[in-house]
């Protein structure tokens, strides 16, 4: 496995580990940061079996999974986490998400941390494409896409199961010789 580490100018991401299960659990089990993921709070049990999942797909060839711990470069705590799943049926594309501790919104972070993702996708993997669905609601979600160069494509009705019923997602995507022209 080789170790990733990927660093911007306010944010760096690194693979999770084990020690990351208290500072995920911050994100994972927040109420106001899960509101528009598809799924309830997590407990530092499922957040710990997350993580074990995580480092266990960092080991798989080819990778087609990176769960990322975010990390602020100036003071060098963990602020946040970015997946990045990599489609096996076609490896030029891949899924990004990502949550922020609640005392880092507002501030751009957002923003900095889809535009370090694609970085990462495009220069460091060589992808092809890659896209984010959002809930309708999270227009942060949005603005961080949008401005980071994300294209809003449209709406997947009834997308995606969530504690609180059917919800419909909306889809942004990059691809990488639009990103590398910008």
């Not at 927040?30 to 957040?47: G, S, Y």
């Not at 975010?70 to 076609?90: F, M, Q, S």
Request: hydrophobic share 45%.
């Amino acid at each position: 496995m080789r170790q990733v580490v990927w660093n911007g100018e306010r944010l760096g991401l690194r693979d999770v580990t084990e020690t990351d299960v208290h500072g995920l659990h911050a994100i994972y089990g927040d109420p106001t940061v899960t509101q528009h993921m598809p799924f309830a709070p997590r407990t530092l049990d499922e957040v710990a079996a997350l993580v074990d999942e995580a480092v266990a797909a960092a080991f798989t060839e080819p990778r087609l999974l990176y769960v990322m711990a975010v990390i602020d470069i100036e003071r060098r705590g963990l602020i946040g986490v970015a997946r990045l799943h990599i489609e096996a049926d076609h490896p030029h594309s891949a899924e990004i998400g990502f949550g922020l501790l609640p005392d880092m919104w507002g501030r751009g972070i957002g923003t900095d941390l889809v535009r370090l993702l694609l970085s990462f996708g495009f220069k460091e993997l060589g992808l092809h494409r890659i896209w984010g669905a959002r809930s309708p609601a999270n227009l942060p979600a949005q603005l961080a896409m949008l401005t980071a160069g994300m294209v809003e494509e449209g709406r997947i009705r009834h997308h995606v199961h969530t504690p609180h019923g059917w919800r419909d997602s909306i889809v942004h995507s990059a691809l990488e010789d639009e990103w590398t022209e910008r």
